[in-house]
Each structure stands twice: as structure tokens, then as C-alpha cells.
């Protein structure tokens, strides 16, 4: 009877965490069904040995402004007999229209939600031996236009051999949406190792010191016992960030203004979106959507009740204590981390802090 129970007692938290596994995995799996077929998601998939291209533009440093982007892409190939009742399936991203030989077989709507949906579209007419042209416009919001296009019967598919223009006269060969092209701007900068190399000197000099400090600090009981007297201790350390975070932070709370930054207005909109929709939102959706949410969703509370009281300008200033707030906590968190981690090193806490 008591084996019996004991062996009930075991398979019950058992159960449970099963139960919630199963149930994390469920979820999980219907989240990424959901982002797959979602069109405000944008998750592109290769397929039929096709890639998804796009025009080879140099990588953008500044956002990307709201609008519309039209995109023309072209493949010339040739064929050596008749060719009947062809088709060529074609997704873009995220609207569609399809030339062959300069005559148009297809156009889209303009429902851009229905972008992840692959057109099999029918060539109406038989294709003779020779030379021919296909060219896809893809038309876009608030993103790249790229194109993934595929036919069996032309053995055709995207990839090397097709070229992107954004006007239709300057064409240039297209590339994979991976492909990463950065701007001329960053051959101006030393690369990360060239910058080491450079500063390597100044720092060697700062981890001697800290060498030399920590030494002195460890082996001060037995070396020099006086000094260790005066040497500061990593609750001074603690107490004095804290105090010049706060000092540095209320001077600036004053003398700055609120729309001090280039982007405020996007983080600002962010703001707003969380604390009248009560949601997330999508990166598209704005300047500065796509940052990371939490100083937002943190934010948000406080700037919907002081939004009833205060005027703009009050609101932000008043909120920069949040932040400010988070700068604090950080300091406390590493001393105390430091704490644990090295108990018996004061040295090492006060280099943590």
C-alpha cells in the first residue's frame, strides 16, 4: 500500500510536466504555422529548385521610409523546339505581374495579403524555337521586391542568369535574397581586428593596471597591511555609480530636450501603439517597430496615465525615469552578482562593479 502511493506521489508531477510539454509544444508548432502562412509575416521559402531574388542594392544603414518599391526582373533563354500549353508558377513579394516576350499573361490584384500564394500561371500561347523573354514586375510595401519563379516544361527557375532593374532600362544580374551587399560607407572604417591592433597598446596598459591592482588588493593582508586600510572597498564602489548615475541622469532630465535623438518620434509612436491597442506591434508598422519590446511594453503603462494629465513634452521627459531606472538596477545587479560569485575577492567585485 505505501509502495503503492509512493509510486502514485512519483507519477503525478510526472504527468503534470508532461502535460505542460505537450502543451508548450503544441503551441509552439501552431505559432510557426501561424508565422508561415501569416502575410504580415515574412517567411521566405525556396522551392522546385528555385530561389527567392531580388535587385543587388547595397544594405541600407538608415530605415527604410513607408511606401511602395517596383521591382522588374528579366531571364532570356533559348529553345531548340516547340514548346506547348507551358506554364510558370510564380510567387512575389509581394504583387505579381508577368511579361513573356513583351506581352503581358499576368497581373495581380492589389491584395497584398495574399502575396504568399504561388500562381501557376498558363502561357497562352505556343512557344516557337528560339530566343525568349520572361520579365516579372514585383511591386512591394514597406519592404524589398524579390520574385521566386519556376517552370518545368521551359526549365526555367530562379537564380544565376536573371537580372533586376528598378527602371527597366539599367539592368544588373539579381542576386539571393541572403545575399548581404554592404554600403561603401563601412570601407572607411577599419575592420574589428584592424581597430584591436590599433588600440592593442592603450589596452595592454589598462590590464596591466588592473593586473596590478587585483595583486595588490589579493595579496594585501600579508604585503601591505597598511594600505589595504585605505584601499576602497566594493560597497564605495557601488554607492558612488549609483550616485553619479543618478546625478548624470537628473542633469539631463532637465537640460535636454524631449525630442533630443533622431528617431524619438518612432519610439514615441511605439509607445502609443502598445498603450492604445493593448498589442504588439509589427515591424513594418512603423519607423522603429522592429526594437526589441520590452523598454516599451514597460513604458507604456506610465505614459497612458500621465497622457490624461500632461502635455507631450511633460509625458517624455517624465519618462526618461524609467531608463534611468534600469541603469540603477543594473549596477545593483552586478554588484550583487559579484557578491556571490567571488566571496572571498573583494579585488574582482569592485572590477565587476
Known amino acids: 500500500m505505501i509502495m503503492r502511493s509512493s509510486i502514485d506521489f ?33 517567411f521566405l521559402v525556396n522551392r522546385a529548385g528555385a530561389q527567392w531574388i531580388k535587385y543587388d542594392d547595397e544594405f541600407e544603414l538608415q ?5 511602395r518599391i517596383q521591382c522588374h526582373f528579366k531571364y532570356v533563354f533559348h529553345t531548340n523546339e516547340t514548346i506547348r500549353e507551358a506554364r510558370i508558377s510564380v510567387q512575389a513579394l509581394k504583387k505579381a505581374e508577368v511579361s513573356f516576350d513583351g506581352v503581358k499573361i499576368y497581373s495581380a490584384n492589389d491584395q497584398f495579403s495574399r502575396w504568399k500564394q504561388v500562381h501557376d500561371i498558363k502561357i497562352p500561347l ?9 520579365v516579372i514586375s514585383a511591386t512591394s510595401e514597406n519592404s524589398y521586391a524579390a520574385i521566386l519563379a519556376y517552370s518545368k516544361e521551359l526549365q526555367v527557375r530562379t537564380g544565376t542568369g536573371w537580372f ?15 545575399t548581404f551587399t554592404p554600403p561603401a560607407v563601412i570601407m572607411k572604417f577599419p575592420t574589428s581586428f584592424e581597430a584591436l591592433r590599433a588600440v592593442w597598446p592603450y589596452l595592454s596598459v589598462v590590464f596591466i593596471m588592473v593586473f596590478c591592482f587585483s595583486w595588490t588588493y589579493g595579496s594585501g593582508k600579508k604585503v601591505f597591511p597598511k594600505l589595504l586600510q585605505w584601499i576602497v572597498q566594493p560597497c564605495h564602489v557601488r554607492w558612488g555609480l549609483l550616485g553619479l548615475w543618478a546625478i548624470l541622469s537628473i542633469n539631463n532630465m532637465f537640460k535636454l530636450n524631449y525630442q533630443t535623438g533622431s528617431d524619438v518620434w518612432g519610439h514615441i509612436d511605439y ?83
Open 10 to 42: 512519483v507519477k503525478k508531477p510526472l504527468l503534470a510536466a508532461a502535460l505542460v510539454a505537450a502543451i508548450i509544444l503544441v503551441s509552439g508548432v501552431l505559432r510557426i504555422l501561424f508565422y508561415v502562412k501569416s502575410p504580415d509575416v515574412i
Open 63 to 67: 530605415a527604410k521610409p513607408s511606401g
Open 126 to 134: 505556343d512557344i516557337a524555337p528560339g530566343g525568349h523573354e520572361i
Open 164 to 178: 533586376a532593374s528598378y527602371d527597366g532600362k539599367n539592368w544588373r544580374a539579381a542576386v539571393p535574397v541572403t
Open 271 to 353: 509607445i502609443d501603439y502598445i498603450a492604445t491597442k493593448g498589442t504588439l506591434p509589427l515591424a513594418p508598422e512603423g519607423w522603429q517597430m522592429f526594437q526589441a519590446p520590452l523598454n516599451y511594453l514597460l513604458s507604456a503603462p506610465l505614459y497612458a496615465v500621465l497622457s490624461k494629465w500632461l502635455d507631450l513634452p511633460s509625458v517624455v521627459k517624465i519618462m526618461t525615469i524609467i531608463p534611468v531606472l534600469c541603469g540603477l538596477l543594473q549596477i545593483e545587479i552586478v554588484y550583487r552578482t559579484a557578491r556571490l560569485v567571488f566571496t572571498q575577492r573583494k579585488d574582482l567585485q569592485i572590477i565587476a562593479v
